[in-house]
C-alpha cells in the first residue's frame, strides 16, 4: 500500500459498550479505510473500558482506563494517535477537548463543543495555536443530497433566498412516567446538559445544517422554550427565529415532545427561483420545485449531481445509503484533509459552525427567558474577540 493510501491512526474517548453513537463512529471511521483503530479509553470505568477496548481488537497496551491514560500514553509514540473522536457527556467536551489538542491529536468533537461561548472560542485559538485539526461532529452534513442541496443553493439555483425552515422533532421524552429513566433524566439536569436541553441537543443540528447548506452565519435570534412535562428544568419544546447576514430568515423548530415524530429532521429552503427539501427519514432523496415547473425529484446516485454530491456517495442509485455512511463522509474528508485536500476541508463542519451553534443555545435561552425579545450574536471566527 502506497504511503498515500495508508489508514490514519484514529482513537476514541468515550462510546463505551451500549453506545449507539459510539456503535456509529466505530463504523463510520473504518468504512472507507482511510483509518485503523489504534486505541480507546470508552469508559468511566476503568475497568469495564479497557475489557470493552479489548474486545474490540485493539491492543492491550492501548486500551486505555481514562481520557487522562490515554493522552498521555499515546503522547510522544511514534505511532501515536491522529485523530481522537470525543464522545463523552457535553460537560466534559472542553477538558478533553483541550488536553487532546495540546497533546498533538487531531479531534472529531460531538456536538455541542462546550458547555460556553467563551469556552468554544478557547478551544479554536488552542487548535489554532497547536496546528491541529478541530472538527465538530454535525454529522448530517455528511449525507451526499444534502451537499448537493448545499452546491445548488450556493450555485445559484434557488435564486436570492428568502426563508429557510428546519425541523428536529421526535416524541421520544413525551411520557412523564420516563422522569428517573437515567438516559432521558441527565438531559433535563443542567448541571450535565448546560442551560439548554433539546435546542442543544437536536435544534442545533438543525440549525447548523442550515447555515452549512445557505453559507450564512445568524446576526441574531429570538426564541420562545416550552417544558411540556411537569419538572423539567430545561426544555423539551422551542421555536426559534434567527436573522441572517445575508438578508434570510431562519425558522427552526424542535421537539422531544411531538408524539407520533420518530427523529423528524429535515430541511426547507425557499429561494425567487425555486424551493428544496431534504428529510432524513428519506435522505437519498431531494425535493426540487423550480419557480412554475413541476416538482422535481433528485436521487442521490443520479446523474448530473454536483461533485461533492457524488463525491459522497458510494453505492448505486436505488440501494439507500445510511446514517453510518453519512459519519463516514466525515471522517473521510478529515483523513483527506490531513493530507492536504481543500475540497474535503471544505465540505466539513467547521469549528466556527461548533462555536456559532453554542453561541446560538445561549442567545436562544436568554432571548426565551426575555419573552422572545431579539438577541445579537457575536463573531465566532477563532482568534476574534468576544
Not at 38 to 50: F, K, L, N
Amino acid at each position: 500500500m502506497s504511503r498515500a493510501n495508508t489508514p490514519l491512526r484514529w482513537g476514541m474517548i468515550g462510546g463505551g459498550q451500549g453506545s449507539q453513537i459510539g456503535e456509529t463512529h466505530r463504523m463510520a471511521a473504518v468504512m472507507d479505510r482511510k483509518w485503523t483503530p489504534v486505541c480507546a479509553a470508552p469508559d468511566i470505568d476503568p475497568d469495564r473500558g479497557r475489557r470493552f477496548a479489548v474486545s474490540l481488537g485493539l491492543d492491550p497496551e492501548r486500551a486505555y482506563g481514562s481520557w487522562q491514560e490515554l493522552v498521555e500514553g499515546e503522547r510522544g509514540r511514534r505511532d501515536a494517535v491522529q485523530l481522537v473522536t470525543v464522545a463523552t457527556p457535553n460537560s466534559t467536551h472542553y477538558e478533553i477537548t483541550r488536553a487532546c489538542l495540546e497533546a498533538g491529536f487531531n479531534v472529531l468533537c460531538e456536538k455541542p463543543l462546550t458547555m460556553t461561548f467563551r469556552e468554544a472560542k478557547a478551544l479554536a485559538n488552542v487548535a489554532e495555536k497547536a496546528n491541529r485539526k478541530l472538527v465538530v461532529n454535525f454529522g448530517y452534513t455528511g449525507y451526499p443530497m444534502v451537499r448537493e442541496m448545499r452546491a445548488m443553493v450556493q450555485g445559484g439555483k434557488l435564486g436570492n433566498i428568502h426563508l429557510a425552515f428546519a425541523q428536529f422533532a421526535h416524541g421520544h421524552h413525551s411520557d412523564a412516567d420516563d422522569a428517573d429513566n437515567p438516559r432521558i433524566r441527565w438531559r433535563y439536569d443542567p448541571s450535565q446538559a448546560g442551560v439548554s436541553s433539546i435546542v442543544a441537543d437536536c435544534g442545533i443540528h438543525a440549525q447548523q445544517m442550515t447555515g452549512y447548506v445557505l453559507g450564512q452565519r445568524i446576526e441574531s435570534v429570538s426564541a420562545d422554550y416550552l417544558s411540556a412535562i411537569g419538572g423539567r428544568e430545561l426544555e423539551d419544546d422551542a421555536a426559534v427565529q434567527s436573522r441572517l447576514e445575508g438578508g434570510t430568515r431562519a425558522r427552526l423548530w424542535t421537539s422531544a415532545v411531538a408524539t407520533g415524530h420518530v427523529h423528524g429532521l429535515q430541511l426547507e429552503v425557499f429561494g425567487d427561483k425555486g424551493g428544496l427539501c431534504w428529510r432524513q427519514e428519506r435522505p437519498d432523496r431531494l425535493l426540487y420545485s423550480p419557480l412554475g415547473k413541476p416538482v422535481r425529484i433528485l436521487e442521490r446516485g443520479q446523474g448530473g449531481l454536483s461533485k461533492d454530491a457524488r463525491e459522497s456517495s458510494r453505492i448505486t442509485i436505488g440501494h439507500p445509503e445510511g446514517f453510518p455512511a453519512a459519519f463516514a463522509n466525515i471522517y473521510r474528508d478529515i483523513a483527506l484533509a490531513l493530507k492536504g485536500s481543500k475540497p474535503a476541508l471544505a465540505r466539513l463542519p467547521s469549528v466556527e459552525d461548533g462555536i456559532e451553534m453554542v453561541r446560538f443555545v445561549e442567545q436562544a435561552t436568554r432571548s426565551a427567558g426575555k419573552g422572545g425579545r431579539w438577541m445579537a450574536m457575536q463573531d465566532v471566527r477563532a482568534g476574534s474577540r468576544g
